[in-house]
């Protein structure tokens, strides 16, 4: 048998393909009584659509915060570990004063200093008894020199003692007598004392100013210096500890007591996790559709069967170029988000931007696109696929609203039609 077919193979082989092309004939042609069989079918109805934008990203914490040493030295403290809760402030961990630089030792001195002059002023009336003294001399001596000027402008009468010799019974003897005569200033006096008076005026305005800063208490100038040193003593002795900057969960911590360290060293890590948050890059076709406040689904890989809900917080306003694609970023906050949720991991985001309510639906599958329409196709009455137009509106990732067209509710369309009653194309979505 086996020698039979070899030596006729150039007639065996073409007679088995044309035996092939008739039985597919049989099964697809037009009319067929088992052609029916071979199609999928469903019927038209109403219900519900939730139209949805989907994207995927990272989760991320409301706000985080990385730690690092800001001098060098030996790890002293270590306050806290990795899941510990903290408050803002919250001393996680500092240096060894022995260890420090000399600047961060000697801050401290300063510090006391500095804080000494702040409450003089705050608590002292000494300054203040002080400047009222000295802006009272400074008037006095003001006013002497005024009227020494004043009187240089006009000829006084003066009158001095002389002795003149008197002839007596004794002889000749020595006898006071007062002389009267007119004194005037000369113009290098009067230069002097316009020299002394201006001096003497700009003290006594010096000292009154002093006085009115601080008469009705510290000046708030000096007050704010007297801060000033304060604030700078304290930051530089702040270098040997690391405060938390806000409350949250530690969630990464490196040192050790005994560690050496030098400034930028990397020690712990905070974050907010109340709130976790969920960026998203959506296409400029899909971003005026998506508005605060929309509801959004959230799926994980590393956490199977589980759907966590969530909400649009913020739409950016300015679109980002990318690779020649322009994307908004949207940033969605989980609302029901678990221990299970951490920062880092991917999400699958479907953002709901329509939901309908009681329209006619038509399965996704079923529609084609046909010499540029949207078409479906029914059963005929002699057994073959007849294309009927429809209008689409909005649609999910299975079903879509019919909007227009001749499909009513009730009607029984073919979900897999065969390729050649497609009309080109695909499915549209």
Excluded: C
């Excluded at 402008?153 to 001095?160: A, I, Q």
């Excluded at 040997?240 to 890590?269: I, K, S």
């Amino acid at each position: 048998m086996f020698e039979f077919f070899k030596k006729r193979k150039k007639i065996v082989i073409p007679l088995a393909v044309i035996l092939v092309l008739v039985g597919l004939f049989l099964v697809f042609r037009p009319g067929g009584g088992e052609q029916a069989g071979q199609f999928q079918t469903a019927t038209i109805e109403r219900g519900n659509l939730t139209a949805t934008v989907g994207a995927t990203g990272t989760v991320r914490a409301r706000q985080t915060g990385t730690l690092v040493w800001q001098t060098a030295g030996t790890v002293e403290d270590v306050n806290v570990e990795i899941g510990d809760q903290i408050q803002a402030g919250d001393v996680l961990a500092s240096i060894s004063k022995t260890s420090l630089p000399q600047n961060i030792i000697l801050a401290e001195a300063e510090m006391v200093s500095a804080q000494r002059a702040l409450d003089d002023l705050l608590k002292s009336d000494t300054a203040r008894a002080q400047a009222w003294i000295a802006m009272r001399n400074a008037e006095e001596a003001f006013e002497k020199a005024y009227d020494y000027r004043d009187a240089l402008n006009y000829p006084v009468k003066r009158t001095r003692v002389v002795m003149v010799k008197e002839k007596t019974p004794y002889g000749l003897v020595d006898v006071p007598k007062t002389k009267t005569y007119k004194v005037e200033g000369t113009d290098e006096e009067k230069a002097e004392a316009d020299a002394d008076l201006a001096l003497k005026e700009a003290q006594y305005e010096d000292a009154k100013r002093a006085y009115e800063r601080i008469a009705d208490g510290p000046n708030q100038d000096d007050l704010a210096a007297a801060q000033a040193r304060v604030d700078a003593a304290q930051a530089t002795l702040d270098l040997a500890h690391l405060t938390a900057p806000f409350a949250g969960t530690v969630t990464e911590a490196n040192p050790l007591p005994g560690d050496q360290v030098v400034a930028g060293a990397m020690a712990f890590r905070v974050d907010d996790l109340s709130s976790l948050l969920v960026d998203v890059e959506l296409s400029e076709v899909d971003i005026n559709s998506v508005t605060v406040g929309q509801t959004v689904t959230l799926s994980f890989d590393a956490i199977l069967g589980q759907e966590y809900e969530g909400q649009v917080i913020k739409v950016s306003q300015a679109g980002t170029l990318v690779g020649g694609v322009v994307n908004f970023t949207v940033t969605v906050e989980l609302t029901n988000a678990d221990e299970l949720v951490k920062p880092g991991m991917t999400a699958a985001v479907n953002i709901v931007v329509k939901e309908i309510n009681d329209a006619v639906l038509v399965p996704n599958r079923a529609v084609r696109l046909a010499d540029g329409d949207r078409v479906v196709y029914m059963m005929g009455e002699d057994g073959t696929p007849d294309k009927v137009e429809i209008r689409l509106g909005a649609s999910s990732d299975t079903m879509s609203v019919v909007v227009g067209g001749d499909l009513q509710e009730g009607d029984e369309i073919i979900l897999n039609p065969p390729v050649e009653f497609q009309g080109g194309g695909g499915p549209p979505f």
